[in-house]
């Protein structure tokens, strides 16, 4: 059996697409980071020409992490242990006691692209490049739009599990006390999964209607459009750290208007609200064990055919009978 199938999960630990590796902001020129996804260890640093670079973590010549002790110099980063300077594409560029550079002296440099205020990386298990882009949204950076309020997660599962949650139209009712379920619409093309609920919500002024539009963008990229009580955009990211747990972020931006922002009166309130939502969802989520063939519904909503979309994101067939 492959080690990334496990008797919990009866699907690999790591999907192919692009993800989140770090907020723009999280890295300044001049900076390293040392960082774990993929069940690997990686180097980040920002060059001082500000171009950000992601490579293995452990220099070629004897094995040092470049994150720890490593410093950037002009466009490259210095190991700490006998200062092999590697640039952002991976070859070394520098031996500060060596004639000769030896050929073979390369190490792999990741697919990285800044956009939306995140940088993304390409994982595929085959190596192959990328199939789909990292799209623009159009509110960040717009002056209408709050800057993002990000929050993190730690999570014991896997992407797959818990992203089922935007078409799980029932459980808002019953985990989240939404006054009625969401009446949910599913549109595919693609790479892109879009999902358009409309519920009803409770407000001090009485109950109005609510939109939730949610679009993944393949495994590692979710925006979330939320409407009614004020407009809110939600870009969630799930990188996988190992093959048990997820690094999950939320980033709010809220559109200004009248004085409603992320950060007081009712933009502060929606976005308490929604991280209320994702702590009774980790609950769920780290406790619970997901069923190749489960046992639904015709209230279920649109399980089925979000797990026919998510499963050419894998490179080999997703085990089944498990349960």
């Known amino acids: 059996m492959d080690r990334q199938i496990s008797q919990r999960f009866p699907f690999p630990a790591y999907a192919n697409g692009w993800f989140r590796i770090a907020y723009a902001d999280d890295i300044a020129a001049g900076e390293v980071k040392a960082l774990h996804y993929f069940g690997q260890h990686l180097v980040l640093f920002r060059d001082e020409e500000g171009e950000a670079h992601l490579l293995d973590a452990h220099c070629p010549h004897l094995g040092a992490h470049l994150g720890f002790g490593g410093t950037v110099d002009g466009k490259g980063i210095r190991c700490p242990f006998h200062a092999w300077l590697w640039d952002g594409e991976g070859r070394c560029i520098e031996i500060p006691y060596a004639k000769k550079?030896?050929?073979?002296?390369?190490?792999?440099?990741?697919?990285?692209?800044?956009?939306?205020?995140?940088?993304?990386?390409?994982?595929?298990?085959?190596?192959?490049?990328?199939?789909?882009?990292?799209?623009?949204?159009?509110?960040?950076?717009?002056?209408?739009?709050?800057?993002?309020?990000?929050?993190?997660?730690?999570?014991?599962?896997?992407?797959?599990?818990?992203?089922?949650?935007?078409?799980?139209?029932?459980?808002?009712?019953?985990?989240?006390?939404?006054?009625?379920?969401?009446?949910?619409?599913?549109?595919?093309?693609?790479?892109?999964?879009?999902?358009?609920?409309?519920?009803?919500?409770?407000?001090?002024?009485?109950?109005?209607?609510?939109?939730?539009?949610?679009?993944?963008?393949?495994?590692?990229l979710q925006t979330v459009d939320v409407s009614g009580i004020a407009e809110t955009l939600m870009v969630n990211t799930s990188t996988p750290i190992d093959e048990d747990t997820t690094d999950v972020s939320f980033a709010y931006a809220v559109r200004e208007v009248d004085g409603v922002s992320a950060t007081r009166g009712v933009g502060a309130a929606l976005v308490k609200d929604l991280e209320k939502q994702m702590a009774e969802d980790i609950v769920i989520w780290e406790n619970k064990h997901y069923y190749s063939r489960p046992l639904l519904c015709d209230g279920d909503g649109q399980i089925g055919t979000y797990r026919r979309w998510m499963k050419q994101f894998f490179s080999v067939p997703i085990l089944r009978g498990d349960d």
């Open 101 to 220: 550079i030896p050929r073979t002296a390369k190490m792999r440099a990741w697919l990285l692209v800044e956009r939306n205020g995140l940088l993304f990386t390409w994982y595929h298990d085959q190596d192959e490049p990328p199939s789909y882009e990292v799209p623009e949204l159009w509110q960040c950076g717009s002056s209408e739009w709050s800057p993002y309020q990000i929050r993190r997660w730690t999570v014991k599962s896997r992407w797959l599990d818990m992203n089922e949650n935007a078409v799980d139209q029932i459980h808002f009712r019953y985990v989240h006390g939404t006054h009625t379920s969401p009446e949910t619409e599913v549109d595919i093309d693609g790479h892109i999964l879009r999902c358009r609920s409309r519920m009803k919500m409770g407000t001090p002024q009485g109950e109005i209607t609510g939109g939730i539009d949610t679009t993944d963008y393949g495994p590692g």
